[in-house]
Nanobody, 127 residues
C-alpha cells in the first residue's frame, strides 16, 4: 500500500503562487510514477501534471503549461506542484496520485493508470 498526503492548498488571489506537496510512504518512492489531477465542482477530474520515477521526464496539461511546474525529490519521498500566475479557473481540489512501476523513465497522463490517491487539497483562486 501507498499512502499519499497532500499539503499546500489555500485561498489566493489571481496572479499569486502556491506550491503543493505530496508526501508518499509505503513503497520505494523511485518506483512510483506520480501525477497531479484536479477536480472542480460539477466537472470531471482532469490531468494536471505527471513525472517519471527518475524525475527525468514530465508532462503538463496545456491549460497549465508555462505556469505550473512538477518536480520530485526522491530523497524526501515528495512530489511538488509549483503553481504560478494562478487564475480563477484553476480553482479545484487537487489530488496527488501514484502507481508502482519498474519503468522509471516515463510519465503517465491517464488517471486510470493510478492506483493510489491522496485525500485532496483545496485550491481557491479569487479574481
Amino acid at each position: 500500500q501507498v499512502q499519499l498526503v497532500e499539503s499546500g492548498g489555500g485561498l489566493v488571489q489571481a496572479g499569486d503562487s502556491l506550491r503543493l506537496s505530496c508526501a508518499a510512504s509505503g513503497r520505494t518512492f523511485g518506483n512510483l510514477a506520480m501525477g497531479w489531477f484536479r477536480q472542480a465542482p460539477g466537472k470531471e477530474r482532469e490531468f494536471v501534471g505527471a513525472i517519471s520515477g527518475f524525475g527525468s521526464s514530465a508532462g503538463l496539461a496545456d491549460s497549465v503549461k508555462g505556469r505550473f511546474t512538477i518536480s520530485r525529490d526522491n530523497s524526501e519521498n515528495t512530489v511538488y506542484l509549483q503553481m504560478n500566475s494562478l487564475k480563477p479557473e484553476d480553482t479545484a481540489v487537487y489530488y496527488c496520485a501514484a502507481f508502482f512501476t519498474y519503468n522509471r523513465r516515463y510519465y503517465y497522463t491517464s488517471n486510470e493508470r493510478y492506483d493510489y490517491w491522496g485525500q485532496g487539497t483545496q485550491v481557491t483562486v479569487s479574481s
